[in-house]
Protein backbone atom coordinates (compact mmCIF):
# COMPACT_ATOMS: atom_id res chain seq x y z
CA UNK A 1 0.00 0.00 0.00
CA UNK A 2 1.47 3.80 -0.87
CA UNK A 3 0.65 6.16 2.03
CA UNK A 4 0.52 9.09 0.01
CA UNK A 5 -3.23 10.73 0.76
CA UNK A 6 -4.03 7.68 2.92
CA UNK A 7 -5.33 8.51 6.56
CA UNK A 8 -3.30 6.31 9.47
CA UNK A 9 -4.91 5.71 13.29
CA UNK A 10 -1.90 5.49 15.90
CA UNK A 11 -3.02 4.80 19.29
CA UNK A 12 -0.45 5.48 22.44
CA UNK A 13 0.53 7.80 18.90
CA UNK A 14 2.12 10.40 21.60
CA UNK A 15 4.71 8.82 22.61
CA UNK A 16 7.85 6.13 21.75
CA UNK A 17 7.12 3.97 18.97
CA UNK A 18 3.90 5.53 17.82
CA UNK A 19 5.12 9.26 17.89
CA UNK A 20 8.21 8.09 15.95
CA UNK A 21 5.46 6.29 12.97
CA UNK A 22 3.27 9.09 12.97
CA UNK A 23 6.61 11.05 11.56
CA UNK A 24 7.24 8.56 9.36
CA UNK A 25 4.02 7.86 8.30
CA UNK A 26 3.25 11.75 8.04
CA UNK A 27 6.80 12.19 6.10
CA UNK A 28 5.21 9.46 3.41
CA UNK A 29 2.18 11.95 3.19
CA UNK A 30 -0.41 10.01 5.38
CA UNK A 31 -2.78 11.58 7.34
CA UNK A 32 -2.13 11.21 11.12
CA UNK A 33 -5.23 10.65 13.56
CA UNK A 34 -2.91 10.18 17.35
CA UNK A 35 -5.34 8.18 19.94
CA UNK A 36 -3.43 8.31 23.57
CA UNK A 37 -4.38 8.34 27.01
CA UNK A 38 -2.09 11.56 28.04
CA UNK A 39 -2.88 15.03 26.99
CA UNK A 40 -0.38 17.23 27.42
CA UNK A 41 2.19 14.63 25.37
CA UNK A 42 -0.75 14.52 22.98
CA UNK A 43 -1.17 18.13 22.24
CA UNK A 44 2.18 18.74 21.81
CA UNK A 45 2.81 16.00 19.49
CA UNK A 46 -0.11 17.24 17.67
CA UNK A 47 1.31 20.84 17.42
CA UNK A 48 4.85 19.62 16.61
CA UNK A 49 3.71 17.18 13.99
CA UNK A 50 1.82 19.85 12.36
CA UNK A 51 4.33 22.51 12.20
CA UNK A 52 6.49 19.87 9.89
CA UNK A 53 2.96 20.46 7.87
CA UNK A 54 1.65 17.16 8.85
CA UNK A 55 -2.18 17.07 8.31
CA UNK A 56 -2.74 15.60 11.89
CA UNK A 57 -5.56 15.14 14.80
CA UNK A 58 -5.28 14.59 18.56
CA UNK A 59 -8.30 12.75 20.46
CA UNK A 60 -8.11 11.97 23.77
CA UNK A 61 -8.42 7.67 23.70
CA UNK A 62 -8.94 5.33 26.68
CA UNK A 63 -7.82 1.66 24.42
CA UNK A 64 -9.84 0.16 26.97
CA UNK A 65 -12.92 2.00 26.81
CA UNK A 66 -14.99 0.46 23.27
CA UNK A 67 -16.57 4.43 23.46
CA UNK A 68 -13.85 6.09 23.37
CA UNK A 69 -11.97 3.62 20.42
CA UNK A 70 -15.12 4.45 18.60
CA UNK A 71 -15.45 8.24 19.14
CA UNK A 72 -11.49 7.80 17.73
CA UNK A 73 -12.90 6.17 14.55
CA UNK A 74 -15.80 8.90 14.27
CA UNK A 75 -13.11 11.73 14.48
CA UNK A 76 -11.35 10.27 11.53
CA UNK A 77 -14.24 9.91 9.51
CA UNK A 78 -15.08 13.67 10.38
CA UNK A 79 -11.73 15.04 9.54
CA UNK A 80 -10.44 12.69 6.64
CA UNK A 81 -13.46 10.61 5.03
CA UNK A 82 -11.72 7.47 5.72
CA UNK A 83 -9.34 4.93 7.61
CA UNK A 84 -6.85 2.99 5.94
CA UNK A 85 -4.09 1.98 8.41
CA UNK A 86 -4.86 1.08 11.98
CA UNK A 87 -2.46 0.92 14.16
CA UNK A 88 -3.60 -0.79 17.25
CA UNK A 89 0.11 0.30 19.61
CA UNK A 90 -0.76 1.82 23.05
CA UNK A 91 0.70 -0.31 25.68
CA UNK A 92 2.03 -0.68 29.37
CA UNK A 93 4.27 -2.80 31.19
CA UNK A 94 4.52 -4.28 34.94
CA UNK A 95 3.88 -7.06 36.26
CA UNK A 96 6.27 -10.10 37.10
CA UNK A 97 4.41 -13.25 37.77
CA UNK A 98 5.30 -14.09 41.20
CA UNK A 99 3.32 -12.36 43.32
CA UNK A 100 1.35 -9.10 41.18
CA UNK A 101 -1.72 -8.69 42.50
CA UNK A 102 -4.82 -9.24 40.22
CA UNK A 103 -5.42 -5.91 39.62
CA UNK A 104 -2.33 -5.29 38.01
CA UNK A 105 -2.67 -8.04 35.78
CA UNK A 106 -6.09 -6.70 34.27
CA UNK A 107 -4.44 -3.16 33.81
CA UNK A 108 -1.93 -4.52 31.76
CA UNK A 109 -4.31 -7.35 30.14
CA UNK A 110 -6.64 -4.32 29.75
CA UNK A 111 -4.78 -1.99 28.01
CA UNK A 112 -2.58 -4.97 25.78
CA UNK A 113 -5.39 -7.04 25.21
CA UNK A 114 -8.62 -5.43 24.84
CA UNK A 115 -7.26 -2.57 23.37
CA UNK A 116 -6.08 -4.43 20.23
CA UNK A 117 -9.34 -6.22 20.64
CA UNK A 118 -11.38 -2.55 20.63
CA UNK A 119 -9.13 -1.32 17.92
CA UNK A 120 -9.73 -4.21 15.94
CA UNK A 121 -14.10 -4.19 16.59
CA UNK A 122 -14.26 -0.64 15.86
CA UNK A 123 -11.86 -0.41 12.68
CA UNK A 124 -11.95 -3.86 10.92
CA UNK A 125 -15.72 -3.52 9.36
CA UNK A 126 -14.58 0.17 7.97
CA UNK A 127 -11.28 -1.89 6.46
CA UNK A 128 -13.52 -5.00 5.32
CA UNK A 129 -15.98 -2.63 3.51
CA UNK A 130 -13.46 -0.92 1.86
CA UNK A 131 -11.05 -4.08 0.70
CA UNK A 132 -8.36 -1.99 1.46
CA UNK A 133 -6.16 -1.20 4.93
CA UNK A 134 -3.65 -2.39 7.09
CA UNK A 135 -3.72 -3.09 10.45
CA UNK A 136 -0.83 -3.72 12.73
CA UNK A 137 -1.13 -4.56 16.20
CA UNK A 138 1.96 -3.99 18.68
CA UNK A 139 3.62 -7.55 20.25
CA UNK A 140 7.22 -7.79 21.51
CA UNK A 141 9.72 -10.47 21.85
CA UNK A 142 8.13 -11.27 24.85
CA UNK A 143 4.91 -12.53 23.01
CA UNK A 144 7.71 -14.84 21.37
CA UNK A 145 8.68 -16.05 24.27
CA UNK A 146 8.90 -16.44 27.87
CA UNK A 147 10.70 -13.52 30.12
CA UNK A 148 11.33 -13.37 33.84
CA UNK A 149 9.93 -10.43 35.95
CA UNK A 150 7.31 -9.79 32.31
CA UNK A 151 4.25 -12.37 33.42
CA UNK A 152 1.42 -10.54 32.93
CA UNK A 153 3.33 -8.02 30.07
CA UNK A 154 4.03 -12.11 28.28
CA UNK A 155 0.47 -13.06 28.71
CA UNK A 156 -0.53 -9.74 26.83
CA UNK A 157 1.59 -9.75 24.05
CA UNK A 158 1.73 -13.42 23.69
CA UNK A 159 -2.11 -12.79 23.16
CA UNK A 160 -1.37 -10.30 20.56
CA UNK A 161 0.91 -12.66 18.46
CA UNK A 162 -2.36 -15.16 18.33
CA UNK A 163 -4.90 -12.82 17.92
CA UNK A 164 -2.71 -11.39 15.12
CA UNK A 165 -1.79 -14.99 13.18
CA UNK A 166 -5.60 -15.52 13.62
CA UNK A 167 -7.29 -12.30 12.15
CA UNK A 168 -4.12 -13.02 9.37
CA UNK A 169 -5.66 -16.56 8.61
CA UNK A 170 -9.32 -15.04 8.89
CA UNK A 171 -8.51 -12.25 6.51
CA UNK A 172 -6.95 -14.94 3.73
CA UNK A 173 -9.87 -17.47 4.35
CA UNK A 174 -12.32 -14.50 3.04
CA UNK A 175 -9.87 -13.29 0.22
CA UNK A 176 -9.53 -9.75 1.26
CA UNK A 177 -7.21 -7.00 0.64
CA UNK A 178 -7.00 -6.10 4.21
CA UNK A 179 -3.44 -6.74 5.40
CA UNK A 180 -2.52 -7.46 9.17
CA UNK A 181 1.20 -7.12 10.99
CA UNK A 182 2.57 -8.52 14.17
CA UNK A 183 5.15 -6.11 15.35
CA UNK A 184 7.58 -7.81 17.98
CA UNK A 185 10.39 -5.70 18.83
CA UNK A 186 12.96 -5.81 21.64
CA UNK A 187 13.75 -3.57 23.65
CA UNK A 188 13.33 0.06 21.99
CA UNK A 189 14.71 4.03 23.41
CA UNK A 190 10.97 4.67 24.52
CA UNK A 191 9.19 5.28 27.90
CA UNK A 192 7.66 2.17 28.48
CA UNK A 193 8.97 1.31 31.76
CA UNK A 194 7.69 5.09 32.84
CA UNK A 195 3.88 3.08 32.29
CA UNK A 196 2.81 3.47 35.98
CA UNK A 197 2.66 7.21 34.81
CA UNK A 198 -1.00 5.77 33.17
CA UNK A 199 -1.66 3.51 35.78
CA UNK A 200 -5.02 4.30 37.77
CA UNK A 201 -4.52 6.19 40.92
CA UNK A 202 -5.31 3.11 42.98
CA UNK A 203 -2.87 1.38 42.07
CA UNK A 204 0.09 3.57 41.94
CA UNK A 205 1.08 2.09 45.43
CA UNK A 206 2.29 -1.18 43.87
CA UNK A 207 5.41 0.74 42.51
CA UNK A 208 6.56 1.58 45.56
CA UNK A 209 7.28 -2.53 46.06
CA UNK A 210 11.32 -2.68 46.31
CA UNK A 211 10.78 -6.13 43.85
CA UNK A 212 8.59 -4.08 41.16
CA UNK A 213 11.36 -1.38 41.00
CA UNK A 214 14.11 -3.41 40.95
CA UNK A 215 12.49 -5.11 37.58
CA UNK A 216 11.93 -1.96 36.75
CA UNK A 217 15.44 -0.50 37.19
CA UNK A 218 16.94 -3.50 34.99
CA UNK A 219 14.10 -3.29 32.38
CA UNK A 220 14.89 0.72 31.91
CA UNK A 221 18.51 -0.40 31.41
CA UNK A 222 17.62 -2.83 28.81
CA UNK A 223 15.40 -0.07 27.41
CA UNK A 224 18.24 2.70 27.22
CA UNK A 225 20.56 0.36 25.37
CA UNK A 226 17.59 -0.47 23.18
CA UNK A 227 17.44 1.05 19.60
CA UNK A 228 15.42 4.18 18.19
CA UNK A 229 11.56 3.98 17.79
CA UNK A 230 12.43 5.62 14.05
CA UNK A 231 14.25 2.30 13.69
CA UNK A 232 10.47 0.86 14.16
CA UNK A 233 8.42 3.30 12.33
CA UNK A 234 10.42 2.44 9.63
CA UNK A 235 10.46 -1.39 9.41
CA UNK A 236 6.27 -0.64 9.58
CA UNK A 237 6.26 1.19 7.31
CA UNK A 238 7.94 -1.11 4.99
CA UNK A 239 5.55 -3.73 6.19
CA UNK A 240 2.81 -1.83 5.47
CA UNK A 241 4.08 -1.23 1.83
CA UNK A 242 4.65 -4.87 1.05
CA UNK A 243 1.51 -6.58 3.31
CA UNK A 244 4.60 -8.39 5.73
CA UNK A 245 2.86 -10.11 8.74
CA UNK A 246 6.07 -10.29 11.38
CA UNK A 247 7.83 -6.76 11.84
CA UNK A 248 10.77 -8.58 13.97
CA UNK A 249 13.26 -5.11 14.50
CA UNK A 250 15.33 -7.47 16.62
CA UNK A 251 15.52 -10.33 13.97
CA UNK A 252 18.50 -12.53 15.25
CA UNK A 253 16.75 -12.28 18.72
CA UNK A 254 13.10 -13.34 17.64
CA UNK A 255 14.60 -16.11 15.17
CA UNK A 256 17.17 -17.17 18.42
CA UNK A 257 13.78 -16.93 20.68
CA UNK A 258 11.78 -19.25 18.04
CA UNK A 259 14.63 -21.94 17.50
CA UNK A 260 15.37 -22.51 20.91
CA UNK A 261 11.49 -22.97 21.72
CA UNK A 262 11.54 -25.56 19.08
CA UNK A 263 14.61 -27.37 20.58
CA UNK A 264 13.53 -27.29 23.80
CA UNK A 265 9.58 -28.88 22.76
CA UNK A 266 11.51 -31.66 21.24
CA UNK A 267 13.47 -32.45 24.42
CA UNK A 268 16.15 -29.53 24.23
CA UNK A 269 17.03 -27.33 27.35
CA UNK A 270 15.48 -24.94 28.45
CA UNK A 271 16.27 -21.60 26.90
CA UNK A 272 18.49 -19.39 28.66
CA UNK A 273 17.30 -15.73 28.85
CA UNK A 274 19.36 -12.51 27.42
CA UNK A 275 18.09 -9.48 27.89
CA UNK A 276 21.53 -7.64 26.23
CA UNK A 277 20.43 -9.96 22.83
CA UNK A 278 16.94 -8.25 22.58
CA UNK A 279 18.72 -4.67 22.77
CA UNK A 280 20.61 -5.33 19.37
CA UNK A 281 18.78 -5.45 15.81
N1 LIG B 1 9.96 0.13 24.12
C1 LIG B 1 10.16 -1.16 24.04
O1 LIG B 1 11.25 -1.67 24.39
C2 LIG B 1 9.07 -2.06 23.51
C3 LIG B 1 9.40 -3.36 23.12
C4 LIG B 1 8.40 -4.19 22.62
C5 LIG B 1 7.11 -3.72 22.52
N2 LIG B 1 6.80 -2.46 22.93
C6 LIG B 1 5.42 -2.02 22.81
O2 LIG B 1 5.37 -0.84 22.02
C7 LIG B 1 4.13 -0.16 22.27
C8 LIG B 1 4.40 1.33 22.41
O3 LIG B 1 5.13 1.56 23.60
P1 LIG B 1 6.42 2.50 23.66
O4 LIG B 1 7.58 1.60 23.87
O5 LIG B 1 6.42 3.45 22.56
O6 LIG B 1 6.17 3.21 25.08
P2 LIG B 1 5.70 4.68 25.48
O7 LIG B 1 5.38 4.60 26.92
O8 LIG B 1 6.73 5.66 25.04
O9 LIG B 1 4.38 4.91 24.61
C9 LIG B 1 3.17 4.27 24.95
C10 LIG B 1 2.02 5.21 24.66
O10 LIG B 1 0.78 4.52 24.96
C11 LIG B 1 -0.06 5.45 25.64
N3 LIG B 1 -1.05 4.73 26.45
C12 LIG B 1 -0.85 4.02 27.59
N4 LIG B 1 -2.02 3.54 28.04
C13 LIG B 1 -2.98 3.94 27.17
C14 LIG B 1 -4.39 3.76 27.09
N5 LIG B 1 -5.06 3.06 28.03
N6 LIG B 1 -5.06 4.29 26.05
C15 LIG B 1 -4.40 5.02 25.11
N7 LIG B 1 -3.08 5.26 25.15
C16 LIG B 1 -2.37 4.71 26.16
C17 LIG B 1 0.90 6.29 26.48
O11 LIG B 1 0.30 7.50 26.89
C18 LIG B 1 2.06 6.47 25.52
O12 LIG B 1 1.88 7.62 24.72
C19 LIG B 1 3.55 -0.83 23.52
O13 LIG B 1 2.50 -1.70 23.13
C20 LIG B 1 4.72 -1.61 24.08
O14 LIG B 1 4.29 -2.71 24.84
C21 LIG B 1 7.75 -1.61 23.41
Not at 47 to 71: P, S
Not at 165 to 170: F, K, T, V
Not at 219 to 231: E, F, H, K, N, Y
Not at 248 to 256: M, P
Request: with cysteine.
Amino acid sequence: MELQGKTAVITGGASGIGLATAYQFASSGANIVIGDIEDAPREASVAKLRDTGAKVIGVKTDVVNEADVEALRDAALDEFGAVHIVFNNAGVAAGPTIGTPKKIWDWVLDVNVDGVVNGLNVFLPLLLEQNEGHVINTASLAGLGGVPGMGAYCASKFAVVGISESLLQELIFRGSNVGVSALCPGFVKTRIFESQRNMPNELKSYNEDPEVAAINNIAQGAVQAGIDADQVALAIEKAVRNNEFWILTHERAAIRITEQRLEWMKGGPIPGISLESATKP
